[in-house]
């Protein structure tokens, strides 16, 4: 079986896609060592540099399998900025003007399940295999943030 690396072509347009981790520690950031309700003994990170930043979790909606419709029949405008995967030579955009209100999507692509990520915060959009040993994992905001 491929890697998931080999499996997900990512092309980004519009903005620079970036990952860079410019995360917000200034007042507004709240205690650290934050769970919101998560279990961290098994972190691979120093949990006292985790903080809760922004919404709580589950604060902002992740869009589930969200309806995919054809160039033809979208509503947006042929220079919208998206982040677009290509799964096994099955292509889908992901406007980031949506991204912006969820973050997360819980999609499925050319068989595979992914998951499509958009930080407005630090500017960094990806895609991941949502396959975590063997089991399709469902993702949705942590209202975390490392450093």
């Known amino acids: 079986m491929k890697e998931p690396a080999d499996r997900i072509r990512v092309v980004a347009s519009g903005l620079p896609m970036v990952c860079l981790s410019i995360a917000a520690t200034g007042e507004s950031a709240g205690p650290q060592g934050a769970s919101n309700g998560f279990s961290l003994e098994e972190a691979i990170v120093d949990v006292r540099e985790i ?3 922004g919404p709580g979790r589950d604060s902002i909606p992740a869009l589930v399998h969200p309806r995919a419709l054809s160039v033809a029949d979208s509503p947006w405008p042929g220079d919208v900025w998206v982040i677009g995967v290509d799964v096994g030579g099955e ?14 999507v819980n999609d499925t692509l050319g068989g595979l399940p992914i998951l499509v990520s958009d930080c407005p915060r630090c500017a960094a959009g990806m895609v991941f ?10 993702f949705g905001v942590s209202g975390l943030i490392f450093r």
Do not use: H, K, S
Not at 91 to 104: H, K, S
Not at 129 to 138: C, E
């Open 51 to 53: 903080i809760a930043a």
């Open 129 to 138: 295999d949502r396959i975590l040993d063997g089991r399709t994992r469902q």
């Open 91 to 104: 292509a889908r955009a992901y406007p980031l003007a949506v991204l912006n209100g969820y973050e997360f």
